[in-house]
């Protein structure tokens, strides 16, 4: 569904990572870990096609993409079931009581059903992370990218969004792809955990895989090792 072939990124004359390769399956949730400013957001929007490829291939098995972004980028202006309803209307050309009744269907699936009405600046959040994750839904992606879904959330309300998005995933069949530096998570979601550092991609495999791994980038980053290869 998502292949990556020697995929490269820099700005100016810095490369970000060069020769990245990654294959992710059909209906696969895989998460990639990293430090901060190692490119995996910018991976992400590459993927999305909000950012040009400077070197390699980027092939996706449908156009039908969705994306949380970290900051959520919901609009303040708009009621939370008005910020379902506007990427309907421009992206599926959906409007009137069908679309409503997607979006009341939706909030309903995210626990926001009796808030539709609020604006995201009068919800926690926690709740506005549930919006972001339903709006994008609604437009039937196929492949779903989430960045950071649990960033700045409590360790409840982050393994609760975690269990929402895996709850969605399976019935819906989307194939995910997940950026998170929070371990406990990326294992909770990931079929496949990788690790992006130095420029690099790392598979680390499954979270069973990832827990019992020797290689001393992968340990380090997963246990917060002060020394290794990533210092």
Do not use: C
């Not at 390699?56 to 156009?63: E, K, M, T, V």
């Not at 919800?123 to 992606?141: D, E, W, Y």
């Amino acid at each position: 569904m998502i292949t990556l072939e020697k995929l490269g990124k820099k700005f100016d004359t810095r490369w970000i990572f060069r020769n990245l390769s990654l294959e992710i399956a059909r209906q696969e949730s895989s998460v990639l870990i990293g430090s901060s400013g190692g490119g995996k957001t910018v991976l992400l929007k590459m993927i999305a096609g909000l950012l040009p490829i400077d070197e390699g291939s980027i092939q996706l098995g449908s156009q039908h993409i969705g994306m949380l972004f970290q900051k959520n980028a919901l609009f303040d202006s708009l009621t939370l079931e008005e910020n379902l309803l506007f990427p309907m209307k421009e992206k599926l050309g959906l409007i009137g009581q069908k679309a409503r009744s997607r979006a009341t269907y939706f909030l309903k699936e995210v626990g926001l059903e009796t808030s539709a009405h609020l604006y995201p600046n009068e919800i926690s959040g926690g709740m506005q992370k549930r919006l972001g994750i339903a709006r994008a839904l609604i437009v039937n992606p196929k492949i779903i990218l989430y960045d950071e879904p649990t960033a700045g959330l409590d360790p409840i309300t982050s393994r609760t969004i975690a269990e929402l998005i895996r709850k969605l995933q399976a019935e819906e069949g989307n194939t995910l792809l997940t950026v998170t530096n929070d371990i406990q998570r990326a294992y909770q979601l990931g079929d496949r955990i990788y690790l992006l550092a130095q420029g690099q991609l790392l598979e680390g495999g499954t979270p069973a895989q990832v827990k019992a791994t020797k290689d001393p980038a992968l340990r380090q980053f997963i246990y917060g090792l002060t020394e290794g290869p990533l210092t």
